[in-house]
C-alpha cells in the first residue's frame, strides 16, 4: 500500500508564498526520489520538483527554480514544498508522488494565486 496526503493549499494572492506538506508512507519509500507535480485546470499533470530521500540532490522545473524549495524531513516522513513569489499561473492542484511516479495518486492540494 502507499498513502499520500498533501496539505497546506489555499488562496493566495501573487507575490505570497505557501508551504505544502506531503506526509507518505507505505510503498512511496519504495523510490529513492519524492516530487512534486502540478496539475493547472486544463492542462497535463507536469513535475515541479524532487529531492532524494538520502542525500542533499535536489531538482526543479526551470520554471519554478529559485522561487520553489523542495526540502524533506526524514524523522516526519515528510516532504515539503515551499513556494515564493507566487504568481496566476502557478495555480494548480499539487501533488506529491515518488519519482519516477507511482500510478496511485493522492488528492492532492489546491493552490490558488489570485487577487
Known amino acids: 500500500q502507499v498513502h499520500l496526503v498533501e496539505s497546506g493549499g489555499g488562496l493566495v494572492q501573487p507575490g505570497g508564498s505557501l508551504r505544502l506538506s506531503c506526509a507518505a508512507s507505505g510503498r512511496a519509500f519504495s523510490s529513492e526520489y519524492m516530487a512534486w507535480f502540478r496539475q493547472a485546470p486544463g492542462k497535463e499533470r507536469e513535475f515541479v520538483a524532487a529531492t532524494s530521500w538520502s542525500g542533499p540532490a535536489t531538482y526543479y522545473a526551470d520554471s519554478v527554480k529559485g522561487r520553489f524549495t523542495i526540502s524533506r524531513d526524514n524523522t516526519k516522513n515528510t516532504v515539503y514544498l515551499q513556494m515564493n513569489s507566487l504568481q496566476p499561473e502557478n495555480t494548480a492542484v499539487y501533488y506529491c508522488?515518488?519519482?519516477?511516479?507511482?500510478?496511485?495518486w493522492g488528492k492532492g492540494t489546491l493552490v490558488t494565486v489570485s487577487s
Open positions: 508522488n515518488t519519482h519516477p511516479p507511482l500510478s496511485f
